[in-house]
């Protein structure tokens, strides 16, 4: 009798084992469903909150720039002559614009980051000479207000084509030669280069800015951070440029890495494959 028992004893046992681990599975694919369905939702409040900062900085950057050009009409004496008094306040006002306008620059970069790096690579052939003189054409507004020369070194030789996703590789130089025009002085020069080597093709920019400091070497593209050099430069920066950048080369097979020494100023070098014919 009782060893006609124990089978019957493995079998209810064994039924309900899975009959738990199938309450389980359920349980777990449940789980794994409300989880998309959250991240979706979240992906989806994300976006509207991307939408939400882009358009309302847009047209807060927009009223700033035109009191910006109403102020600068005064100080330039377009609409009759100041007073001392008048022309200090002017100044005053029109330095206090030009920081909300630097403060809505940087968030707008920062969103876009942030975006950029959510977006799948989109590779696409094209000839990196040319994103690099549009890149530069699309900054020449700001140089010039710096007065901040940017100077591109082309190659002689042939520059081959290179596989990498556009819009992102535009986001990187765009960060790089905004930095190098940002922390530049006054009256100072940009150098841009691009050249071969190996199956690779390597770009740099050169600043004679500030210099890196050590402690800030091993930091510079981690997210958020700031040299505390670059602070006293200019108060205003989301320190993500770096970050991105340093994520979009590598996204696109490439390196970055930069020298930075005294009386001589920084430079960032990047490197990205060659396009190679099949």
């Not at 989109?122 to 900054?139: A, H, P, Q, R």
Request: with cysteine.
């Amino acid at each position: 009798s009782l060893l006609n028992c124990r089978p019957f004893k493995r079998t209810a046992s064994s039924n309900l084992a899975l009959s738990a681990k199938h309450c389980y599975n359920i349980k777990v694919t449940s789980n794994i469903k409300n989880i998309e369905i959250e991240n979706e939702k979240l992906k989806q409040l994300y976006s509207a909150k991307s939408d939400i900062v882009s358009i309302s900085s847009h047209q807060i950057r927009t009223s700033l720039s035109a009191l910006k050009w109403i102020i600068k009409m005064f100080l330039d004496g377009d609409l009759g002559k100041l007073t001392i008094e008048q022309e200090n306040l002017m100044k005053k006002a029109y330095e206090s614009n030009d920081r909300a306008l630097n403060t809505v620059s940087e968030l707008l970069i920062m969103n876009k980051s942030e975006n950029i790096l959510e977006k799948k690579y989109v590779f696409s052939k094209i000839n990196i000479l040319e994103l690099i003189e549009s890149t530069i054409f699309d900054l020449s507004g700001e140089a010039h207000n710096k007065k901040v020369e940017i100077i591109f070194l082309k190659p002689e030789i042939k520059i081959y084509e290179v596989n990498v996703d556009k819009e992102k590789m535009r986001i990187a130089l765009q960060n790089l030669l905004d930095n190098a025009i940002k922390y530049s002085n006054t009256d100072s020069k940009v150098f841009v280069t691009l050249k071969k080597t190996n199956d690779m093709l390597q770009v740099s920019v050169k600043d004679t800015g500030i210099i890196i400091s050590e402690e800030s070497k091993n930091k510079i593209f981690k997210k958020f951070y700031r040299a505390p050099e670059a602070e006293n430069k200019e108060m205003i920066g989301s320190g993500i440029g770096l970050f991105t950048t340093k994520k979009i080369i590598e996204g696109n097979g490439g390196k970055i890495w930069f020298e930075s020494l005294e009386n001589d100023g920084t430079t960032f070098f990047f490197t990205i494959p060659i396009l190679k014919n099949k």
